[in-house]
């Protein structure tokens, strides 16, 4: 069995080096699954994968999501255009022959963001990887375990109890016609969130954060205020500059994600996959 060579590349973010994914053991999936969970993000290189390959990973891990429903006839779902396959997204300004292009194509900045944050039944787990025109391209991901790690005993004390409800906002983080404005006042989630793996930390999605339980407008804004610039601080960003052949895998509870400008966004093409861990026996 081949050893999987880890490191930190900054205090959080776990590289694992010169490791095939194609030849992954379920054990090495599995630890890899764990990684994932408790330092948020994972990252491996100069990876060669086909679609059922990828899927085939993220399989061993939890379900895959599907943007395409195997049940129903693909023409005219409503994401039909975006799917590789049953399970795969394809982030790309390219055009497909219908002259569509896939999601988050526009070369603005995709903003702060975590997957369906609204959602109770969202998957948490993220993988991307970069299938090709990648290179000057940048995203970034934020640690919510070590923000929170780091935040004052008084403010501790302060979001300890608070709910937060949550959706979506045309201009937020992304100004995309796919998404549909919403607000799920009824379901509110903890802003202090302790993760399958025990890691405690916060769940922070705050471009989709659009209000607080029992709070009002002023105190609402005010906190927001404060755990924005604490949490944006450089010590708990990881920026990822994308060759192609990279695999980023991220937790969506404890972790948030934002894709940083790119013009060449019609060359630029990334597969991605969101998936669950039930088979991790967390």
């Known amino acids: 069995e081949v050893q999987m060579n880890r490191?930190?590349?900054?205090?959080?973010?776990?590289?694992?080096?010169?490791?095939?994914?194609?030849?992954?053991?379920?054990?090495?999936?599995?630890?890899i699954g764990h990684m994932i969970l408790s330092n948020?993000?994972?990252?491996?290189?100069?990876?060669?994968?086909?679609?059922?390959?990828?899927?085939?990973?993220?399989?061993?891990?939890?379900?895959?999501?599907?943007?395409?429903?195997?049940?129903?006839?693909?023409?005219g779902q409503r994401t039909e255009h975006l799917a590789v396959g049953h399970h795969i997204?394809?982030?790309?300004?390219?055009?497909?022959?219908?002259?569509?292009?896939?999601?988050?194509?526009?070369?603005?900045?995709l903003d702060w963001h975590a997957n369906q944050a609204s959602n109770y039944e969202r998957d948490p787990l993220i993988w991307l990887y970069g299938v090709k025109g990648t290179e000057g391209s940048k995203t970034s991901w934020l640690n919510n375990i070590a923000s929170y790690e780091a935040l004052s005993?008084?403010?501790?004390?302060?979001?300890?109890?608070?709910?937060?409800?949550?959706?979506?906002?045309?201009?937020?983080?992304?100004?995309?016609?796919?998404?549909v404005e919403h607000h799920a006042e009824d379901k509110p989630f903890n802003l202090v969130h302790t993760n399958d793996a025990g890691k405690k930390g916060l769940y922070f999605p705050y471009l989709q954060i659009l209000g607080m339980v029992d709070k009002t407008e002023?105190?609402?804004?005010?906190?927001?205020?404060?755990?924005?610039?604490?949490?944006?601080?450089?010590?708990?960003?990881?920026?990822?500059?994308?060759?192609?052949?990279?695999?980023?895998?991220?937790?969506?509870?404890?972790s948030i994600h934002k894709r940083w400008a790119f013009d060449d966004m019609e060359k630029r093409m990334l597969h991605r996959i969101a998936f669950d861990y039930g088979k991790l026996n967390v």
């Open 7 to 31: 490191k930190l590349i900054n205090d959080w973010a776990i590289e694992i080096e010169d490791f095939d994914l194609r030849t992954a053991t379920k054990e090495q999936v599995k630890e």
């Open 40 to 75: 948020m993000v994972v990252v491996l290189r100069n990876q060669v994968l086909a679609p059922e390959d990828e899927v085939a990973f993220c399989s061993k891990i939890g379900n895959c999501q599907f943007i395409i429903d195997p049940t129903k006839p693909k023409e």
């Open 218 to 254: 002023e105190q609402f804004k005010n906190l927001m205020g404060r755990l924005i610039e604490h949490v944006t601080q450089p010590q708990f960003i990881y920026d990822h500059h994308w060759k192609d052949g990279d695999v980023v895998i991220s937790e969506q509870w404890l």
């Open 153 to 179: 005993e008084e403010l501790k004390q302060e979001v300890q109890d608070v709910k937060i409800t949550l959706g979506y906002k045309s201009g937020s983080y992304s100004s995309s016609k796919f998404f």
């Open 89 to 109: 997204l394809r982030v790309t300004g390219e055009k497909n022959n219908k002259g569509e292009e896939g999601l988050f194509g526009d070369t603005s900045a």
